[in-house]
C-alpha cells in the first residue's frame, strides 16, 4: 500500500513539474519576465527579475512614501509626474488639474518635503507585471484607494510614467 502511494506521488509529482514547465514557457513567449535572467541598461551582466521585482517595488514605494523631494525628479517622468499630481487632484486631495511638469513637480516636492506623505505600511502592491523596459503594477494606498501605475526602465532606475 505505501509503495502504491509513492508511484502516486512520484507520478503527480512529474506531471507538475511538466505543467509548470509549459507555464513558464508561455510565459516567456508571451514577453512577460518569468525568473529567467534579464539584461542590465547596457551593463553586459544579467539581473534576474527578482531584483527588478525588488527595484520595482522600491521605486513605487519611495515615489510614494519618502520624505524626500528628490524622489519627484527621480523616480518621475515628466508625463508620470502630471499623471500622479491629476490623480491626487481628481482623487479629492488638493487643487486644479495641471498639464505643466515643473508645477506638478513643485506641488509634489512641497509634498515630500513636508511628512505629508502616507506611512510605508499603507502602500501594498497588489500586482506587478514586468515585460521588457515597462511594468504595471496595481497600488492601494491606505485609504486613498488603487491607483494603476505604469513604469519605465531608465538605465537602472525605474521610473513612474503614468499614474490613474
Known sequence: MHESRLRVAITTSRFAIAGLAILLASFAASGVRTATAMPTGGHGGATSVTSQTGAIRRSILDAIT???????????????????ANALYIRGFNGPLTQDPGQARSECERVHSTDATPARSLVKIKRLTITKNKAKASVEVGVGGTYQIRLVRDGTTWKIDAVS
Do not use: M, Q, S
Open 66 to 84: 519618502k520624505n524626500d523631494p528628490a524622489v519627484c525628479t527621480d523616480l518621475f517622468t515628466d508625463h508620470g509626474i502630471v499623471d500622479d
